[in-house]
């Protein structure tokens, strides 16, 4: 439980903490980030590290000079894609493999087929969409392996979806995150992005569990 509650303090209290590793650590602070992005999109075992508040408080707190925008954009969108890409092959390699021959119940031939028409229809916009979900953005890449996503439309998709979202988390808060209004209620504003972000994946879950009582 402690370790849970520290999680929690970290995400909630980011923008403190980040400051406290940019004093100790100085310009290692932006491979310390890196790896945090990495580990979040490429590991499905990791989905609760800070993601959007994260990239969001790096951004605010690149506007006092401390780290450059630029450079948390690079840095950080190619940490996103290579991330997402380990996540795939991981999927790729292991995923079929195991899960077929512990005959778990839920997973099949058939399902996985399925899965892999689908992606190959929709993947690309999926991995889009998922890039701006907490767990789906940890989740998808590692389904899109299992499902064997051509390599080449994944990662071209892969690509756009890091940037985007690396972008539009790091200088929304580089613009906004120093706002007076914005800079005494950080707090509130990380929980606001936590909500916001995971909303779509909870309206979805509750309209799929309204279809399922209504089919019954």
């Given at each position: 439980?402690?370790?849970?509650?520290?999680?929690?303090?970290?995400?909630?209290?980011?923008?403190?903490?980040?400051?406290?590793?940019?004093?100790?650590?100085?310009?290692?602070t932006?491979?310390?980030?890196?790896?945090?992005?990495?580990?979040e999109?490429?590991?499905?075992?990791?989905?609760?590290?800070?993601?959007?508040?994260?990239?969001?408080?790096?951004?605010?707190?690149?506007?006092?000079?401390?780290?450059?925008?630029?450079?948390?954009?690079?840095?950080?969108?190619?940490?996103?894609?290579?991330?997402?890409?380990?996540?795939?092959?991981?999927?790729?390699?292991?995923?079929?493999?195991?899960?077929?021959?512990?005959?778990?119940?839920?997973?099949?031939?058939?399902?996985?087929?399925?899965?892999?028409?689908?992606?190959?229809s929709?993947?690309?916009?999926?991995?889009?969409?998922?890039?701006?979900?907490?767990?789906?953005?940890?989740?998808?890449?590692?389904?899109?392996?299992?499902?064997?996503?051509?390599?080449?439309?994944?990662?071209?998709?892969?690509?756009?979806?890091?940037?985007?979202?690396?972008?539009?988390?790091?200088?929304?808060?580089?613009?906004?995150?120093?706002l007076?209004?914005?800079?005494?209620?950080?707090?509130?504003?990380?929980?606001?992005?936590?909500?916001?972000?995971?909303?779509?994946?909870?309206?979805?879950?509750?309209?799929?569990?309204?279809?399922?009582?209504?089919?019954?």
């Open positions: 439980m402690e370790y849970i509650r520290d999680i929690f303090d970290f995400i909630l209290h980011i923008d403190v903490h980040l400051e406290a590793i940019i004093r100790a650590y100085g310009l290692w932006y491979g310390i980030l890196a790896l945090i992005i990495f580990s999109t490429g590991f499905v075992v990791t989905p609760f590290l800070p993601g959007d508040s994260l990239l969001f408080a790096a951004g605010a707190i690149a506007v006092n000079q401390v780290l450059s925008p630029l450079l948390l954009f690079v840095i950080l969108t190619a940490a996103a894609i290579l991330g997402n890409t380990v996540n795939y092959w991981i999927g790729y390699f292991i995923g079929p493999n195991i899960l077929l021959r512990k005959n778990i119940r839920f997973v099949n031939r058939d399902y996985l087929q399925r899965a892999h028409s689908y992606f190959e929709y993947g690309g916009r999926t991995i889009i969409f998922a890039r701006f979900l907490p767990i789906f953005r940890t989740f998808v890449p590692f389904i899109a392996g299992i499902c064997t996503m051509s390599y080449g439309v994944y990662m071209l998709y892969n690509a756009i979806a890091g940037a985007l979202w690396v972008g539009s988390f790091v200088f929304a808060g580089y613009y906004f995150g120093n007076p209004i914005v800079r005494s209620n950080f707090t509130f504003v990380i929980i606001a992005i936590l909500v916001v972000s995971t909303l779509p994946a909870v309206i979805e879950a509750l309209r799929r569990r309204s279809r399922v009582r209504q089919s019954d």
